[in-house]
């Protein structure tokens, strides 16, 4: 494992690399299991390098753990919007999740059905690109538009245009209060449309998701005290046609449910292959009934769907076309490689993709065959 | 401002573009008529002019691809013009180009409300998007200045943000997908209404590109509930300092109010003077608004007020009812007519630190008693997108170039400060020459990959974005306009 201590070597170890590097963070995620190569993590290059709560901006070295941020935003009463999916539970590995793995795989959790994905916050960032050049975008300001954004392009590219060394990202104050209104016993249809009755509501709903395992619908909803209160008592009276609801509203069981439904820990130590759906809420409860899927999880009101199938389901031939995409999260080696992680894109998207990987690492290094 | 010297085969080879734009399109969508193109020859960054060899309206993404496969096979050059309210020159033609405007596809295609999104063509106005959903309770949140006017096309080429995007974000935080046109006439699809990109976030790169990756003809719009109120409070303030120390406190005490708006005495005297909004005279005023319910909007202005009172203001005023609201968002609204009424001036748009405001705002003041040239201040303060309008004299001979040197000097000093050229107009032609203050040459280099995958004959929206000087092989390579 190559593990450089700065930038500047991560750099002098690209430049002079001789074959494919199977680039990770703190290889919580797998997905560095997915490509072939000399295996070399980010995770020696580490801290905080600027924190400024006024400026609601932070930024760190890629392979600062996600834990040492949210430990020191909490210390300024801040955190991350967009509650980045810890992947440990349900893939069984172990290691530190780190900031620059968050950011190369885009990773979000419910919360990004109302304030968006980790490349919304990502304001800037440094990366090392298939040549061993060191190249920076964006900055650390809310508000930029100088030049094109690679901030947005090198987000959720799995380190197959660049590696990240550095990312500047927007945080948000920590709420005061939050409660989760819990409906029982919904078919998954009639559990989306009351989704997205909450989510069009104006009661500003930070999460919106249905475990067809428990029979539970979960809407949360954070903020001031008596803001919480006024609007969580609303929206249970716009949801009493779909079902009797209940009221959670103690802090750390509230934050109990969301940590589950992040990181999908329904699916944790069971059997079979783990897809993720990206998909128009409304298609989500058909889709699943076509999948054939053992479980299914619902997330951001539909639009975000898990599914646990049989060890080796082509699961998108099973679904034939859609809008949306299906990527596989858990599955063995030879599933993996057999049907790709990644939805294949139709040709002309697939061309400039792959143009924009030979632009970037010209020689095919940086995980090499992982995105097509 | 230089602009590359246009291609003389094309100008010699008109007739015979414009027949060919002719043949594939409906009757008068092509305009060639010299007196009729001037119309085109510039954006709302209007010191800088120059006709077109034509014009073209098309109606359809298919009239769209037809145009774009006979521009790339004379190889000519083409301008996307969403509605031309381009400050920093985004818009403006080249002699050899084909002016490519988007104002007839103004179309809504589907409106989604269990899913929240609008699909609509891109030469819709912004403030019309909102227009289509607001009877049902939405409202599409970018709100740029302009928005009366200026077209979703635009937006999506500068990413154009607004007063409202403290809270909401910018277009690239509300877009969805995009059905693009390539320059050699493909269609391409991307994203849709699903929330997030399969493979590489292509859609993240497009939208802010200026339209030199396609020429994008349909979006698809996240839309959200209207919050049940909002209500504005206006803060005076005799010290810049105190202002921009209130700012940051109210942000750290966990209020994200959606609009934190900032004006100076010599924009409040000028608005004043314009608008008779009846605002204090001080050195520093701000308007902070917050929306929810009424007990939402009293719960989080009582603290807004608390903080801000520790500060000492001289004004604290609340609105009590809507006209209230609106007397307090008159003054900001019209600042900038009120700016025009005194004298012609150029609006800048860099973005610093919010923690870097005293100081900034301190050398913008010393900059304006060297160069002898007044300058207001209006902005967006939660955010640190600044709005310096330098005034100057159009027809007092070297002013504008003073002006320019003055502005040039203002932004090298938001990047110096941790900021940026263009918090949210794009960089044009305006700011295309000072990228190398913010740049080095790799960073623009990998910037201008990205163009070479999409766009390899460089044919699209020739001369913006990146210095003449930085991408001066590539065009010489492509033999389009040397």
Redesign the interface.
Known sequence: MIRPASEEDLAGVVAGAKGPLSIQGGGTRGFADNAEGERLTTSGITGITLY??????LVARAGTPVEEIRERLAR??QRLPFEPMDHRALLGTTGEPTIGGVVAA?I?GPR??MV??A??YALGLRFV?GRG?????G???????????????L???YG??GILTEVSLKV?????ASATIVLGGLSDDRAV?AM?AA????F?VSGAAHDPGTGETLLRLE??D??VR??SE?LAELLKPFAPSRMESDADVVAKLWAAIRDVTAFAGKEGDVWRL?????DAPDLVGRSGAKQSLYD?GG??VWLRCDDGTDLRARLAAF???A?LIRANAQTRRGLGI??P??A??AR??A???A??DPRGILNPGM?? | MEMPKPNPEILLKKARIVSRLQEALYDGAVIHDEAETRAYECDALSAYRCPPLCAVLPSSTEEVSAILKICHEEGVPVVPRGSGTSLAGGALPTADAVILGVARLNAVLET?????FIRVQTGRTNLSVTGAVETD??FYAPDPSSQLACAIAGNIA??S?GAH??KY??T??NLLGVTMV?MDG?V???G??????????????I???EGQLGVVTEATLRIL????GARPVLIGYDSNEVAGEC???I??????PVAIEFMDRPCIEATEAFAHAGYPMCEALLIIEVE??P??ID??LALIKEIARRHNPVELREAQDADEAARIWLGRKSAFGAMGQINDYMCLDG?????ALPYVLRRIGEMSREYGLGVGNVF?AG???MHPLILYDANKPGDLELCEAFGADILKLCVEV??????????GIE?RDL?VV???P???E??M??????DPDWLLNPAK?FPLASSATRRAATGVAA
């Open positions: 400024e709560p006024g400026a609601l901006t300024d009463n885009n979000s990004r059905v968006g994905a490349r919304d690109d050049m060191v190249i920076r975008n900055g650390r300001v809310m508000k930029n538009v100088t030049g094109y954004d690679l901030v947005k392009l987000s959720g590219s197959t245009l948000l104050p920590k709420v005061a449309a997205a989510l069009g509501s104006p500003e903020g001031f008596e803001s006024y609007r609303r990206s998909v128009k809420p409304s951001w639009g975000l809008a949306g995409h990527t990644f939805q894109e139709p002309p998207l400039i993709s143009g924009l990987r632009q970037f995105m097509g | 989604d409300y269990p899913n929240r309770g939405f500068m990413n943000g995007c403290l974000g910018v690239t935080n390539l493909t391409v699809e991307v849709g209404a699903h929330m997030d990109a399969g493979g590489i976030d292509l859609l993240g790169v939208c802010g590109s509930p209207k919050p049940e700012v940051s406190d942000i750290k005490a966990g209020v994200l929810g319910s007990a939402e719960e989080q973005t610093i630190p919010v923690s967006h955010d640190g997108n941790g900021g940026c050229l263009t918090g949210e107009h794009g960089v700011k990228m913010q740049f080095t790799e960073d623009l990998a910037q990959r990205v163009k070479d995958v999409f974005v």
